[in-house]
């Protein structure tokens, strides 16, 4: 009985590893903006949820790193936003459907983005 339950524990534990492994894609993303000092967050909004989902803090600019995208984020009713943000300065927004993040992505090898920040009330 102990070597059943010690067989099963570890197929749990390998199905979750792997399960997590691959669900996930590790995305290179660049992001210089003029002027720097902005602060980065991203959403993947599914088209099909009617929830707002959340903000993920990347950090600022200028950045240079990895982050863990869902694969299932890809799909074409998905919407995959970045946002810059600075005191004094308008929120600059750059959108993608899924479909054409992952095409830019393979196309390029890495997420690029350099926004010029426009001074509030301009």
């Given at each position: ?22 669900s ?10 003029d ?11 599914d ?5 707002d ?56 090898g ?13």
């Amino acid at each position: 009985m102990k070597n059943h339950v010690q067989i099963l524990t570890w197929f749990a534990a390998a199905a979750l590893l792997l399960s997590s492994c691959a669900s996930k894609e590790a995305v290179k993303i660049k992001i210089h903006t003029d002027p720097e000092g902005s602060h980065i967050v991203y959403r993947v909004a599914d088209d099909y949820r009617s929830d707002d989902p959340p903000w993920i803090y990347l950090g600022v600019t200028p950045y240079q790193g990895v982050t863990q995208i869902h694969s299932s984020s890809f799909d074409k009713a998905d919407t995959i936003t970045f946002k810059v943000m600075r005191h004094g300065y308008l929120d600059q927004v750059k959108k993608w459907s899924g479909d054409q993040f992952q095409e830019e992505y393979e196309r390029e090898g890495m997420m690029f983005w350099a926004p010029r920040l426009i001074k509030a009330g301009q």
